[in-house]
């Protein structure tokens, strides 16, 4: 890796959104990039995420966001030589309500008014692509055949080879600490290595998004809220040909892993930590939730009883960047030239990531489109809004990803440092759970299975 240096461009943040945005800019003819990382690349948040690209959303402009990730994620190993280990096994949500069934009606419109390819499912066809569920209970499920998921590390190891091939450099474990400003611009920065002169500093940093805002002299509401999915060891059926579901009446999405089942969900009670003290470069570590997770596992129970006969693998969770109003933040800041934001993508990061890529690029474009414009830092500037309401806004962005309207109950908040586990010492019980890091397996392994179900 590079040492920080002068750059025409600095991008912070070398997770799936810094490294999409230096390849993107690299290839649109921006000849003199670095990114800056205060790791490994990939070492944080995009190291968590379950790496599912789902392309059916509520309004067309997000329809077509996805489309573009899915457009270059098929092509990207072809036009660079980089795989991105991206399989398009295509998706199925499956509706349990009347609700849910006039919502993915919607939903369809939608997507073919962008003009993505999606089809309800008979019983018979559901039970063919989903074998391995219990589809009695299924009103309705809504097929996506373009959609399907890929490998977190993979992607951004892509992105960044690639970005490299094209005069991109890359200093890791790099802390960025200040930032230099001159005449109403952006003349530096100031690093844990050194300082160095930049004309643009692109803000891509998850949830430190917000303290690198800070260094600036700004208040952004770019907030991080718990998400967290486990991994089985195999179960039989299971193979990683199979569609990703989407479950939204019960909160959950699923896809395979391998042999193994891969299970997330959103939880009703959104967990978050206060933007205001996160610090550049802490460890943003949250123990497992036993009991979020074991909800998760009952539940796709009523679907696929095997989720609770076989052990957990892994458990994966981090804090994704949720603004609150649910749209990125993207774009230059006002007031501030050559300072960009690239953040609050809302638990898109990875999937959304070669589109939120052509965003920053087009934001940085004199005539933006409408969509693009919307997004700008601009919205939340100057603060008119309050911390606590735009971290609760935020939550509820969260825990109403699958949601139907419903009412919120009052709810904890996060420590950054999560519980302390207890002992399971004596109890007799099988199964071991290994908690994953972004470079492998930890050696923390506990007694896990009569906790989990």
Known sequence: ?????????????????????????????????????????????????????????????????????????????????????????????????????????????????????????????????????????????????????????????????????????????????????????????????????????????????????????????????????????????????????????????????????????????GLSLDPRQVAIGQDLAVAPDWDVLSGFAVDFASLAPAVTQTEVRAVFRGFPAFSPDGRFIVGPVPGLRGFVMAGACNAHGVSGSAGLAQHVLESLQPDPSPYVRSLSPRRFLPRTWDWESARDQAEQVYENYYSLPASRRPRPVASSTGPELPPLAGTGLSGRMIISTPKGWSPWVVPLKARLW
Request: proline letters at 5%; aromatic letters at 6%; hydrophobic letters at 45%.
């Open 1 to 269: 890796m590079a040492e920080v240096r002068d750059a025409e461009v600095t991008i912070v943040g070398g997770g799936a959104i810094g490294c999409a945005v230096a390849y993107v800019l690299a290839g649109a003819g921006y000849r003199d990039i670095q990114v800056v990382e205060q790791g490994e690349l990939a070492g944080a948040t995009s190291a968590q995420a379950a790496g599912l690209v789902g392309q059916v959303r509520a309004t067309r402009e997000r329809c077509l966001l996805a489309m573009s990730s899915v457009a270059m994620y098929s092509r990207i190993e072809r036009e660079t030589g980089y795989p991105a280990d991206w399989r398009q096994t295509g998706s199925v949500r499956i509706a349990t309500t009347a609700e849910r069934v006039a919502e993915f009606q919607a939903l369809a419109a939608t997507a073919r008014s962008a003009g993505l390819e999606v089809e309800f499912l008979s019983p018979a066809r559901l039970a063919e692509l989903c074998p391995m569920l219990d589809t009695a209970r299924a009103r309705a499920a809504l097929w996506c055949p373009t959609d399907g998921y890929l490998q977190p590390s993979s992607l951004v190891t892509a992105y960044a080879r690639a970005a490299r091939d094209r005069g991109v450099t890359f200093a890791t474990h790099t802390a960025v600490t200040g930032l230099n400003v001159a005449d109403g611009a952006v003349t530096g920065i100031r690093t844990s290595r050194r300082a160095v002169a930049t004309e643009m500093v692109i803000n891509a940093a998850g949830p430190w998004a917000g303290a690198v805002a800070r260094l600036a002299g700004l208040d952004l509401p770019v907030v991080p809220v718990r998400h967290e999915y486990f991994v089985t060891g195999p179960v039989a059926g299971w193979h990683s040909s199979l569609p990703v579901l989407r479950i939204p009446d019960l909160r959950l999405y699923v896809r395979a892993e391998g042999p193994g089942i891969l299970c997330g969900g959103w939880e009703p009670d």
